[in-house]
């Protein structure tokens, strides 16, 4: 504080100083002034600035002002207050308050205070850099139109404020480490002073887009080459995924050879499909493989062997087409296969015994089919019903026959037994089935074959029976004297004829003759 006087005769500056010395031994102490400026002495350009002065122990006084700027009056500025709306840096300096009071002359007591102004930071751009990976902290942004030194950096991210990062790094107004998100309210302060604000959007890679997969199915039942295709992809660098029977494969890495395909694959439904890349994952997809579709056999029709025990049966399989099939079947509980079909454009199997043939399939490209089963048959075997017995008609004749009943059809080898030795003979192709030909005798073991085929042996066995000798025989004797010497011929004719005739001479010479 200052207290100044104006030039006047001594008489009255002695008067006016025991005039004050008296006032301020009344009132105590003589009075001061304070400048407090506000919002400080430190200001940002565009500030409002207000100064104001305090004065204390001013009693009664009466006080007038005068605001100066490095000691030069500022015109107007007459209250004890001094504002400078939206300051700038011309507006620095020492700034000073006079205050005038009359009291036998003009005093003064003054303050003054330094105001600095400093520039607000200007923030002119935000220069990016996108994180290289998805969820990666590799992204960065770069504050344009600050120099030199000292800043101190703010921004926010959900909500919420970060900060302070000191600025520059490495000559660099750069914010490293950063992910993917919303950057705003983005400042800086120096020297107190707070930049205008900016905001920044990093953003995550763009996902990989599969836009469709193809499936091509396996050539087999069972077989590990089919394969799917991604579509949509572009470049290097995927890593793929699929699930399989609730199981997660991967990865996987693509392309191969160029290619966006996953390859050595069996039948499946494959969900679940997708790839990253830079950490970046695509949307899924679905695709399904399939065997290929099983052979159906639709029927089997069987031929019967011609004969019994043979082995010309045969069976065809219905429903097939095309080539590469194995067959296989079941017989008396053995299978047998693969026999390859078709043979000769035909979907047969040859040389069959009779029997039952079950679980009859094939297969094809690795894919089997549905079972069948047939039965084949030998021819029935002959029935004879009954043997009807012709006698001989003359003793020790040959004109015998045993003639078999139940019998059809043709191609009859009959077989008897008469002596201990089987016989056989082709029975005739028309008419009744006989045995001709035949002498007396015990016959037994008949039966015939046809087509290989032997019925059962008759029971027996069957006699035939040279003709019986008569109950009566009527003896003509005929003499041509009533005694006949020896040497002599005697006529007898027997009714019925044939047989036996003794005769005892009186002499007792037996004669045997055979009569007619």
Not at 32 to 53: E, H, K, R
Not at 202 to 213: C, F, N, Q
Not at 349 to 375: F, H, M, P, Q
Not at 457 to 481: A, H, M, R, Y
């Amino acid at each position: 504080m200052n207290i100044r006087y104006n030039h006047s005769s001594l008489i009255i500056v002695v008067a006016w100083i025991l005039s004050v010395a008296t006032t301020f031994s009344c009132l105590g102490q003589a009075p001061s002034i304070t400048i407090i400026a506000s919002p400080g002495n430190s200001l940002c350009v565009g500030d409002n600035l207000t100064m104001a002065s305090t004065i204390s122990d001013g009693g009664a006084f009466t006080f007038s002002y005068q605001w100066y700027k490095n000691n030069v009056e500022i015109p107007g500025a007459t209250n004890d207050s001094y504002s400078i709306p939206n300051i700038q840096l011309i507006d620095a300096g020492t700034y000073k308050v006079v205050a005038t009071y009359d009291d036998m002359g003009n005093q003064e007591i003054d303050d003054q205070i330094i105001i600095s102004v400093n520039p607000k930071p200007a923030i002119t751009a935000i220069q990016k850099e996108d994180p290289t990976t998805c969820n990666g902290q590799d992204g960065s942004f770069t504050l344009v139109g600050l120099a030199g030194t000292g800043y101190q950096l703010f921004y926010t991210l959900n909500g919420t404020e970060v900060g302070p990062i000191n600025l520059p790094v490495n000559g660099e107004y750069k914010v490293s480490n950063l992910a993917a998100g919303n950057y705003t309210n983005i400042y800086v302060i120096k020297n107190n002073c707070k930049s205008n604000s900016q905001s920044v959007s990093l953003t995550d890679p763009p996902a990989p887009v599969i836009t469709s997969v193809t499936g091509t199915n396996p050539t087999t039942c069972g077989g590990q080459d089919g394969y799917f295709t991604v579509a949509g992809l572009s470049g290097t660098g995927y890593q793929l995924f699929y699930t399989l029977n609730g199981i997660e494969v991967g990865p996987i890495n693509l392309p191969v050879n160029g290619e966006y395909k996953v390859s050595n694959l069996e039948a499946g439904n494959y969900t679940n499909i997708y790839v990253i890349k830079n950490n970046c994952e695509s949307n899924s997809r679905s695709v399904s493989l399939t065997d290929p579709p099983a052979p159906v056999i639709t029927s089997i029709t069987g031929k019967n062997p011609t004969t019994c025990g043979g082995q010309d049966g045969y069976f065809t399989v219905a429903g097939l087409s095309g080539t590469g099939y194995q067959l296989f079947y079941t017989l008396n509980g053995i299978e047998v296969g693969p026999v390859a079909i078709p043979v000769n454009n035909e979907y047969k199997v040859s040389n069959l015994a009779a029997g039952n043939y079950t679980n009859i399939y094939v297969i094809k490209d690795g894919c089997k089919s549905n079972a069948r089963e047939v039965v084949l048959t030998e021819p029935p075997k002959p029935i004879i019903t009954n043997i009807k017995l012709t006698h001989p008609t003359t003793c020790d004749g040959a004109d015998g026959s045993l003639e078999l009943e139940g019998l059809t059809g043709t191609g009859f080898k009959a077989y008897y037994t008469i002596g201990g030795s089987e016989k056989n003979i082709d029975l005739p192709s028309g008419g009744k089935f006989v045995i001709s030909n035949l002498k007396a005798g015990s016959y037994s073991n008949i039966y015939v074959i046809k087509a290989n085929c032997k019925s059962d042996p008759s029971s027996g066995p069957f006699e035939l029976q040279d003709p019986g000798f008569p109950s009566t025989i009527v003896v003509d004797i005929k003499l041509s004297d009533s005694i006949v010497c020896k040497g002599g011929t005697v006529i007898v004719t027997t009714s019925p004829a044939g047989g036996e005739l003794k005769i005892l001479s009186g002499d007792g010479f037996l004669s045997d003759s055979v009569l007619n």
